[in-house]
């Protein structure tokens, strides 16, 4: 209302302005216009996460990245995140609007020089990375390790295809490893590993390479199949990265501590609560239930 010559908002009006300006950044958010029905029961306010994917390789079962997309979007989505995703890497804009991006890709060190510098400025800023499987591997190790904790040459033989995986926890206090057993996968280890420094990455678990013909000399050898990456960012937060080295067979990640271990890791990584919450509230509630 107009009083004299000032001018008074009434507490009813500022909150439909609020009330409106919520609803046009959430949409915003979510890439929607203004407007558009929300997604029911969509917590707009939760961990945003980017699943970066890629056309399918390999046999029947396994390396299935675009089953992933399908499969997890809706996993996420379940326990409050809200999730966009992609068969391409996402771009500047997509990572403007991201906590943390989840690769499930083969060979995603292959990067263009465009996509090299929005990663950097999305780590930069302390965006969080998670990568499974293949996603680790390309043409030049030490500078993926820079910001994975570890990465895997492309063209070499360092790896076992579809044998027994052992893993042994090694940090059973870790929350990402809370209450997660020793146990034994059909999938594939890689090894000849190339490691950060300083930092150096922290190991969750470590497998014991099977004796396979690709194995070679290197079969017996524990190789770091999970482990954690903290990094300082020059004049910025730190940035934090979670590795899962198989996922060749798709069917494990439906393994119960697998998919636990994974959703802790994403949790981590986006530097959110690993341990259980009640459940995804209100609007504006920012809970992740990783279990």
């Keep these: ?9 009434s507490a009813p009006c500022m909150a439909s302005v609020v ?3 919520v609803l046009i950044l959430s949409a915003n958010a979510l890439g929607q216009a203004p407007g558009a029905p929300r997604i029911p029961g969509q917590n707009s306010n939760g961990l ?3 699943l970066w994917a890629g056309l399918k ?3 029947p079962g396994q390396h299935d990245y675009p089953q992933f997309l399908a499969d997890w979007s809706k996993l996420l989505t379940q326990r409050g995140a809200v999730v ?4 391409h890497p996402p771009t500047r804009e997509d990572l403007d609007q991201t906590d943390v991006v989840v690769i499930y890709k083969g ?10 510098a929005a990663l950097e400025a999305f780590v930069q800023r302390g965006g969080g990375l998670v990568s499974l499987h293949d996603a680790l591997c390309g043409p030049d190790p030490a500078y993926f390790a820079k910001l994975l904790g570890g990465a895997k040459k492309h063209g070499e033989v360092n790896f076992t295809l579809d044998a027994p995986v052992p893993y042994t926890v090694a940090d059973k206090a870790h929350p990402i490893m809370r209450d ?13 590993m190339t490691w950060a420094q300083d930092p150096s990455m922290h190991v969750l678990a470590i497998a014991e390479i099977a004796p396979t013909p690709s194995a070679g000399e290197h079969r017996g050898e524990k190789v770091p199949q999970m482990w954690t990456y903290e990094h300082s960012t020059a004049g910025g937060p730190t940035a934090r990265a979670f590795v899962w080295m198989q996922g060749h067979n798709y069917a494990n990640f439906s393994n119960y501590q697998i998919q636990r271990t994974l959703l802790r890791g994403i949790a981590w990584a986006a ?6 919450t009640s459940g995804v509230g209100a609007t504006g509630d920012m809970s992740f239930r990783a279990y």
């Design 180 to 192: 997660m057993a020793d146990l034994t996968l059909l999938d594939e280890a890689f090894f000849n």
């Design 19 to 21: 009330a409106l300006l």
């Design 57 to 59: 390789t390999h046999g």
């Design 84 to 87: 966009n995703g992609a068969l």
């Design 271 to 276: 530097k959110r609560p690993v341990g259980p």
């Design 48 to 50: 945003r996460v980017f």
């Design 1 to 9: 209302m107009i009083v004299g010559d000032s001018r008074v908002e």
């Design 107 to 116: 060979d995603a060190g292959y990067l263009t020089a465009d996509v090299q």
